[in-house]
């Protein structure tokens, strides 16, 4: 079967960042961009409008929506009003590897993505621990017995040593980072295909998540990465630059999340594992 796609990697490293001072609620955040430029994946042009007031695109529909309801995109939406998101038809998949952390890092982790499930429709699955290795230059896809399937997402708790050490690419101040993998293709649909969440267990105050500098806030804002959401200047919102010393998703926060789940359908044509970059003779 010819390609139908031909898929631009963009990968973001989204930190998330804590104050020097011990304790404090203050977290600051720096966002690390790195994007493959695809010249066949070009935007279809925007068609003139027949009116000139704002909102009449899906483009600036879409865009409007975030703005009004207190959340931000991982990048602006396309011509089509399509924005970066998983398909919410399939189950996503999961490992985890808990290097050091707190003894609930794992129940933690679970309780992160139930949340996140219960804001976006998303199901995720759980497939086990692992000792991979978190590598900024991860490939995306896996071959399994089934044949090739996208590589499943990464949560890591590792030491500082490693967080800062070779083949990752975080701040220097950063506690946790997410790096979801996105694929366009030619009619502009983005598509979040496989994601690898880090997190620097030296750095978190405590398991559970009744601080803000613990684990389970701290996956509540990585996830919201995952799924496709940006930083937001917002108070009460996790998805803050700094996580904004709170413990929960904010309304701005969950209607982001409901806006990139199940309730705008499914992704009419996935991405597959052989439109990646990292299959086997990949021309892309
Ligand atoms: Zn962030």
Known sequence: MSLSRRAGAVALGLALVVGADVGAAVRGHQVVVHRVVVTSVAAKPVRTPNATAAGTLPQQRAQHTADDEGFAFLDPPGANGEVDRWDPCVPIHYVLDVEIGPASAASDVAWAFAQVSKATGLRFVYDGPTAEQPDDRRVDVRHTRAGWRWAPVLVALVPDSVFHGKGLEADKDAVAYTDP???????????????????????????????????????????????????????????????????????GDLAGLRYLGRAHGCIADPALPTDSKDFPHSKS
Request: no cysteine; glycine share 16%.
């Open 181 to 251: 993998r996105i694929y366009s293709d030619r009619q502009g649909d983005s598509q979040i295909v496989s994601a690898q969440v880090v997190v620097d267990a030296d750095d978190l105050t405590d398991g559970g998540h009744s601080d803000p500098g613990a684990l389970g806030p701290t996956l509540l804002h990585e996830f919201g990465h995952l799924v496709g959401l940006d930083h937001v200047h917002r108070s009460g919102e996790i998805m803050q630059v700094d996580g904004g010393g709170v413990t929960t998703y904010g309304p």
